[in-house]
């Protein structure tokens, strides 16, 4: 109860504007990470579904990078975060150092991917509590199971919040282009550059929001004092898209975040968000399929899936 309320109160003191799509049913958020997870992974069984996306008072594996217990909060690449840029006169950040932010959020993703497929190793012949559903996300020892969801919820973790977090699927408001009205992309559905089975190019004009904690204009504010025309940089409080309604079936409704209420921007990177997080498990199958073979690829698959895990293996011998 201790660590839960000690949790709770890092949470507070670090605000929602500190988070991603909400881990949580408090500050503003209604758990929409879970709920974007939940809508993807349909083949999930109960259980093992309540370990990947999680469930009221637990963060599970795709909310693990926001629970205060770990040390990911502030972490931008986990976040896709300080991405930011503007093309004005002398802008704090250059848009190489932008890109370079938002490259270092997609290798972490690959890198998270990566670890869930090696770690996959321990469900090829399970022993011990390779099995278990214990599943703790908190950086302490735990079966193969839990290991493998928690890589896989990092990598889930931070390809949702690409899309909460910038321009891809945005439609800026009308009006003057500026650090509270960036442009946005206006893509509609999953980002190429984020499918590790395609060499992309970084996409012209991508940008997240600048985030260093809070309160924010302690970290994205700049004054005239270092020639920059404008008060604000691009914060993460004007380009995130972080909370809102998200239905059992993924519909998205009742944006709480200013740029999410513009042009439907909220319900466009919910559906987006839902697409990649479909496609980042299928991809996960195929790779599992290729680097342990069909038969025993087959069975890692259901172990992940299944609320009984050991059925997956047949009867005993």
Not at 293 to 301: F, H, K, P, Q, T
Request: glycine fraction near 10%; charge should be positive.
């Amino acid at each position: 109860m201790r660590v839960w309320l000690r949790s709770l109160f890092c949470i507070v003191a670090f605000s929602s504007t500190a988070l991603a799509f909400g881990t949580i049913s408090l500050l503003g958020q209604d758990r929409e990470h879970e709920r974007i997870t939940r809508a993807a992974l349909t083949e999930f069984e109960p259980a093992s579904l309540d370990l990947i996306a999680g469930k009221s008072g637990t963060f599970g594996g795709v909310g693990a990078p926001d629970d205060p217990r770990r040390d990911f909060i502030s972490r931008p690449e986990a976040h896709c975060d300080g991405g930011d840029f503007l093309s004005v006169n002398k802008y704090p950040q250059s848009q190489a150092s932008a890109r370079q932010a938002l490259e270092a959020c997609r290798v972490w993703l690959f890198r998270e991917l990566n670890d869930a497929i090696t770690a996959a190793a321990g469900l090829v012949s399970p022993s011990g509590d390779a099995l278990a559903m214990n599943c703790k996300f908190d950086g302490k020892k735990a079966g193969a199971k839990c290991v493998v969801l928690e890589h896989f919820g990092f990598a889930l973790h931070a390809s949702q919040d690409f899309y909460s977090h910038s321009n891809w699927t945005d439609r800026a408001d009308a009006g003057k282009i500026r650090a509270e009205n960036p442009r946005g992309l206006s893509r509609s559905g999953r980002s190429p550059w984020l499918d590790p089975r395609l060499p992309v190019a970084f996409p012209d004009g991508l940008i997240s929001g600048c985030f260093g904690g809070v309160p924010e204009s302690a970290y994205c504010n700049y004054g005239s004092a270092v020639g920059f025309l404008g008060k604000n940089r691009v914060k993460h409080a004007f380009l995130n898209k972080d909370t809102g309604t998200i239905a059992a079936s993924g519909t998205a409704s009742r944006a709480r975040t200013a740029r999410g209420k513009v042009n439907e921007n909220f319900g466009r990177a919910v559906a987006a968000a839902i697409d990649d997080t479909q496609d980042k498990w299928t991809y996960f199958k195929a790779q599992v399929a290729k680097v342990y073979g069909a038969e025993a690829g087959g069975r890692i698959v259901c172990a992940l899936r299944s609320d009984a895990p050991q059925t997956c293996y047949g009867p005993p011998n």
